[in-house]
Nanobody, 118 residues
Framework: QGQFVESGGDLVQPGGSLRLSCVAS????????VAWFRQVPGKEREGVSC????????YYADSVKGRFTISRDNAKNTVYLQMNSLKPEDTAVYYC???????????WGQGTQVTVSS
């Protein structure tokens, strides 16, 4: 059975950058819409960004627009989330998820921790 595996989370200072990776294992990523979510303990999961198949459009939450960039490399079966100008409020566990349509995600990764702190 296929799965997503996230990596790249770390402790970073405010204003810093990180790049998260989401590798699809056991299936071809080309046919999936992929999204990044984040969650802080005690709060609801928040959608961060999503990207369509192929060269389709990408969307961002207002809270990250202009700072985060989602991209995909289907040859590497990987989706990335480039995060710049990080703020303490970006601290969360970040998850990637995939599915056949925007808003319908049936495969999830285990998450990677991002901590923004001085």
């Amino acid at each position: 059975q296929g799965q997503f595996v996230e990596s790249g989370g770390d402790l970073v200072q405010p204003g810093g950058s990180l790049r998260l990776s989401c590798v699809a294992s056991g299936f071809t990523l080309d046919y999936f819409v992929v999204a990044w979510f984040r969650q802080v303990p005690g709060k609801e999961r928040e959608g961060v960004s999503c990207i369509s198949r192929g060269d389709g459009p990408a969307y961002y939450a207002d809270s990250v627009k202009g700072r985060f960039t989602i991209s995909r490399d289907n040859a590497k079966n990987t989706v990335y989330l480039q995060m710049n100008s990080l703020k303490p409020e970006d601290t969360a566990v970040y998850y990637c998820a995939g599915g056949p349509h925007f808003g319908l995600y049936d495969s999830w990764g285990q998450g990677t921790q991002v901590t923004v702190s001085s």
